[in-house]
């Protein structure tokens, strides 16, 4: 009986073991999935976005990690972004940028690009294209990691 219960217990407890393993792998995942749908659709929104503008009236320059982006949309409206650093979070508007888009967001960076979509600018009156890049961290056991999502967006009219 004794030996019964010893081997009982010493099964029981590598099952717990076991399943706390894989519980904590699936919480990492979906916290990856998560972190992964809010860097994409952040880019998708702003992308969308710059396709359906006229122009570009201000952009960060290219180096800037915590970028912003003012557009000139058909209507005459304007759309901005703009990455607040200290919070990880990218927020949109039509006057101010006061909207939340995304979270845990640690870098976007703007970078506006000329006629033939290669040399980068921050001439607004030359910008044909926007490249928007997004940054955001994975954790991970042994530390955090960084993945970047990112696309080339032309502007509707030039």
């Known amino acids: 009986m004794i030996a019964a219960t010893a081997i009982r217990a010493v099964l029981t407890t590598s099952s717990f073991a ?17 972190q992964r749908a809010e860097g994409i659709a952040a880019v998708q929104h702003i992308v969308r976005r710059v396709r359906q ?13 915590s970028g912003y ?16 650093g ?13 909207n939340l888009l995304a979270e845990n967001i640690t870098q976007v960076n703007f970078t506006g690009l000329s006629a033939n979509g ?18 955001y961290a994975l954790s991970r ?4 990691t960084n993945e970047t999502v990112s696309c080339i967006a032309w502007l509707r009219a030039w």
């Open 69 to 84: 982006l003012t557009l000139q949309m058909a209507d005459g409206t304007t759309a901005l972004w703009d990455h607040v």
């Open 141 to 144: 056991p042994a530390g955090s």
């Open 18 to 34: 076991l399943v706390r393993t894989a519980n904590d792998a699936w919480r990492r995942h979906q916290s990856d999935s998560q």
């Open 53 to 65: 503008a006229t122009q570009v009236t201000a952009i960060s320059a290219a180096a800037d990690t």
């Open 118 to 135: 290669l040399i980068p600018t921050v001439d607004v009156a030359k910008i044909h294209a926007v490249r928007c890049q997004v940054t």
């Open 86 to 98: 200290g919070a990880n979070q990218i927020l949109y508007g039509t006057v101010t940028a006061n």
